[in-house]
């Protein structure tokens, strides 16, 4: 035992090839021993079983005799089919299992590659010819189907094989053989069927019953039969029962004793193959439900379980993905549906070009947008410039390239399309994006299309319409029916007219051109007046004289192309005639058939043609006509009044839109300048809050020193001390000068508040220039840098504007007197659209938190032993460019410099560039 459980281990961990390869060796030996050995035993018996019980047919019963000799035939069959299946094995032509599997009908397959029907009939002719039943009885085969229907296969005692019986009728006259073979043919496998009728043999004085017991074996197409006397058939049926149940018997226990040993080899052989197979089966039918979370047991250490680590692992990585790619896809699918959905409500499209391989993608509306079907071709630039209107197609071509080469990241243009299948322009707006590659260059183009063809037309009928109603009656301006009506609201009320009245109508221009579509016209007038030039022009002169203006009643008249009763009124709005409406196209007695051969001819239609028509034209009495032409002139009537009610309603809405829109901007203007005043007043109130704190400091200072000095002066004036005298009055004069340096800081604000701008070109770079030389000069001959590009050219006062500049440059120039390479730099550069000149320098810088100092008067950020001064040049830095209508505002960092930026708009805080009336 423990020997067979070691070599059942050693077979589990066999390589999987050695598994199979043992497997498939191991069933063919077998499978192919057991069919042989079962097909020679199973025949030899067979035969021996159906020649013994054949020699006590005698004895048996007929339904027993004809199942036998059918066993017989079938088994007989099986056994021919079973040689020829073992050896084609042997020869290698066939797997083995196939002799196993073959179906009865395959006959016509199996059968001609080995002995043919001859064989089978030699095999079983002697045992059936030697069926004896009763006295009489025997047994034969028929052919049932086909050409040789009704002909004997094997006959009684072999004398007539091969004879045609198909005619043949019983003592009754019945077909007989007809009866026969039809009613065997039909039979299912297995099963019998049984025909009684009266046949008298030669000799015999009258006819007796005879039973014909039939099957049909259809593999062969026989129909085999034993035929008895009536009363000969009781001594024959216990035999052939006997011996069909020891046939059965023997053959139903073999076929399960090899079948059980063939089963349970395959099973033992294929249980360590199947169970990894199967869970790794299991595994992935549990992956495509969606469950990743899966790790399989290793049953052994072969190909299986290769394959079960594997397979482990790309679960763990699959469910990784999974996840990534979930998300990705919940992102693309509700990306791509929004856009989609998008595009077709909003009716735009979305476009692609790949600038490296040239390849343009149109998303379905592109298509749609273009008048094709979506995605009907793969689109080229070209194909797209070829759907662009002549006229347009440079402007977009340059628009594309010149926003390539300029580097541009989008554009956006408006043109005209034609579409190939109709011709119909349409008008598109498309914005273009540019994506850039990580070295900058652009490597695709993106954008959508819209179409805005109705909306431009809507927009230009608006306008047009506005104008129209908003012009005065007696201007020389043009008022068309259409800027007045909807034209769809009075094609309908056309057409439910003529409908209701039984009259052809149309609205034209006065001169007779159509506005709307003919409603209700007759063949005659539409499809062969109209048509011709001659007539057609009558039709339109006809037209403009019924349309005339009249307050009295409709024009009603035989028409002047063909005759026919018409009848018009005229639309006016206050008094301007602006279209006809028209109805007729009847008949009455006064039409005649001559008249309207002769108006054919004239015309140049075809008579016959013309008269057919006519005949078809509707008849109306002329009171009645004359009824419905009054309703229309009431209707034609009741239009001009609405024409002209809408004109004074739209001209009054339009004046009070206007008076509102007046009022609305004068109220803007008065808030916009109270506030402005406002704002200055409280700007002015808190600089001159901080102006008279500053100025009393500025000004009590000297004024206490020269207090202090003249006390001194006086203490010592009688015992005098020439030095001292001369030191307090050195104090003096100093405070004596600053307070005058005050002083005319306060003159020079003053003046700049109340002076006057004479605004004009003037150029900065030359100002500073200037400035500068002068600053270097008087500082000794210093080494400063000086950056100052040319020709920077504003509009302004150049006095105010110089004031400005030297102020700027020399606290640029001051506060680098402790740098050793000082740099001062005036240029512009730009922020948010907006010009920006400042003035920058490397030198001692200040602090960012005390920037809302900056600009107070007399306010220092430096002490005064550090840097001279009074604190007063930026205040008048902000007064100047305050008057220029910008501001000014600074960035800095302690011994990193600052820089001053200012604009310029050469409009004052008030609005009025040359007023020049702000002051403290």
């Keep these: 035992m423990r020997y ?27 499978t192919a021993a057991a069919l042989v050995t079962l097909a020679m035993w199973q025949s030899s018996q067979y035969n021996a079983l159906a020649k013994a019980e054949v020699d006590r047919l005698i004895e048996s019963d007929l339904n027993h005799v004809t199942e036998g000799v059918y066993n017989l035939v079938s088994n007989e069959y099986e056994a021919a089919r079973y040689r020829l299946a073992v050896s084609r094995k042997a020869a290698g032509q066939i797997p083995d299992r196939s002799a196993r599997t073959v179906e009865p009908g395959a006959a016509s397959i199996l059968l001609p590659a080995m002995a043919n029907e001859q064989e089978i009939v030699a095999n079983i002719r002697k045992v059936i010819t030697a069926i004896k039943l009763g006295q009489s009885g025997y047994v034969y085969i028929l052919r049932g189907k086909g050409a040789n229907r009704g002909q004997y296969v094997i006959s009684q005692r072999g004398v007539r094989d091969g004879e045609d019986i198909w005619e043949t009728r019983d003592s009754d006259g019945n077909p007989i053989i007809k009866i026969i073979v039809a009613k065997a043919t039909v039979l299912p496998r297995g099963a019998l069927a049984t025909e009684r009728y009266r046949w008298q043999n030669r000799g015999e004085r009258l006819p007796r019953w005879k039973v014909a017991r039939l099957a049909y074996f259809e593999p062969l197409d026989w129909v085999i039969g034993v035929s008895v006397y009536e009363d000969e058939l009781q001594m024959y049926r216990e035999v052939l029962n006997g011996g069909q149940k020891r046939m059965m018997t023997i053959l139903s226990i073999a076929g399960a004793i090899i079948s059980c040993l063939i089963g ?24 495509i439900a969606g469950d990743l979370d899966q790790e399989l047991p290793l049953q052994a250490d072969d190909e299986t379980g290769d394959l079960t680590r594997s397979f482990n692992i790309m679960t763990n990585r699959l469910k990784e993905t999974n996840e990534e790619i979930r998300q990705m896809v919940v992102g693309i699918v509700e990306s791509e549906e929004l856009l989609r959905m998008a595009e077709e409500i909003s009716h735009v499209g979305s476009w692609s070009l790949d600038l490296t391989s040239n390849r343009l993608s149109w998303s379905d509306e592109v298509y749609r947008i273009f008048g094709h079907e979506p995605q009907a071709f793969e689109p080229t630039y070209e194909d797209f410039l070829e759907m662009v209107h002549p006229e347009d197609r440079e402007l977009v071509k340059k628009a594309y390239s010149e926003s390539i080469d300029a580097g541009n990241a989008r554009y956006e243009i408006e043109h005209r399309i034609i579409r190939e299948k109709t011709g119909e322009v349409r008008m598109v707006f498309e914005s273009c994006f540019h994506i850039r590659n990580e070295e900058g260059h652009i490597i695709r183009s993106t954008g959508m299309v819209r179409d805005i063809t109705e909306q431009k037309q809507a927009e230009e009928a608006l306008e047009k319409r506005i104008l129209s109603l908003t012009r ?13 009506f909807n034209l769809n609201d009075i094609q309908r009320l056309q057409d439910e007219f003529a409908q209701a009245t039984g009259v052809a109508s149309i609205i034209t221009y006065p001169d007779g051109t159509p506005i709307t579509q003919p409603s209700n016209f007759c063949r005659l007038c539409f499809d062969i007046i109209r048509k011709t030039e001659k007539g057609l022009a009558n039709c339109y002169k006809s037209d403009a004289i019924l349309g005339r203006l009249s307050h009295r009643g409709p024009a009603i008249q035989p028409c002047m192309s063909g005759g026919l009763w018409d009848a018009g009124a005229g639309i006016s709005v206050g008094g301007r005639h602006i279209a006809n409406w028209l109805i007729g196209q009847v008949r009455d007695e006064t039409q005649t058939e001559e008249r309207m051969r002769e108006y054919a001819r004239e015309i140049g239609a075809d008579e016959q043609e013309l008269l057919a028509a006519f005949r078809e034209v509707p008849s109306m009495s002329h009171e009645k ?10 209707l034609a009537n009741q239009l001009s009044a609405t024409a002209y009610q809408n004109i004074q309603q739209a001209r009054f809405i339009s004046e009070r839109k206007q008076m509102e829109a007046e009022l609305h901007l004068l109220n803007s203007e008065l808030e916009n300048r109270v506030a402005i005043r406002t704002a200055e007043l409280e700007r002015m109130n808190s600089e001159l809050e901080s102006f008279c704190y500053s100025i009393s400091h500025e000004i009590r200072a000297p004024i206490a020193r020269l207090e202090g000095f003249s006390s001194t002066i006086k203490e010592v004036a009688g015992n005098p001390d020439s030095d001292l005298l001369v030191y307090c009055a050195e104090r003096i004069e100093t405070a004596s000068n600053r307070l005058k340096t005050v002083i005319d800081s306060l003159l020079t604000l003053n003046r700049l508040s109340r002076a006057e701008m004479a605004l ?43 004031i400005c500049m030297r102020n700027l440059l020399g606290n640029a120039v001051k506060f680098t007197e402790k740098t050793i390479r000082a740099v001062v730099e005036f240029g512009q550069t730009e922020r948010d659209g907006e010009i920006v000149y400042f003035v920058r320098d490397n030198g001692a810088g200040f602090d960012m938190e005390y920037t809302k100092n900056l600009f107070v008067p007399f306010c220092r950020l430096h002490s005064e032993t550090e840097f001279e001064g009074i604190g007063f040049g930026l205040a008048t830095v902000q007064r100047v460019i305050e008057k220029h209508g910008g501001k000014i505002w600074a960035e800095a960092a302690p011994d990193k410099g600052a820089t001053f930026y200012f604009t310029l708009s050469a409009v004052g805080a008030n609005g009025n560039s040359s007023s020049g009336k702000d002051r403290f």
């Design 4 to 30: 067979w459980i070691a070599m059942l281990k050693e077979f589990k961990n066999l390589r999987l090839s050695i598994k199979i390869a043992l497997l498939g060796a191991g069933s063919v030996v077998i």
């Design 264 to 287: 349970m080899l395959g099973v033992a052989l294929a249980l360590t193959i199947a169970r990894p197979l199967k869970q790794l089966q299991k595994g992935v039918e549990t992956i």
């Design 472 to 484: 005065p009656l007696d201007d020389n301006w043009s008022i068309d029916f259409e800027d007045l």
């Design 625 to 634: 006509f004359e009824a419905v032409a009054r309703a229309l002139f009431t």
């Design 760 to 802: 004009m070109p003037v150029n900065l770079s030359g100002i500073a220039t200037q400035v500068m030389n002068e600053l270097v000069e008087d500082s000794g001959g210093r080494s400063i840098k000086a950056i100052i590009p040319p020709e920077i050219v504003v509009q302004g006062d150049p006095d105010m504007l110089e």
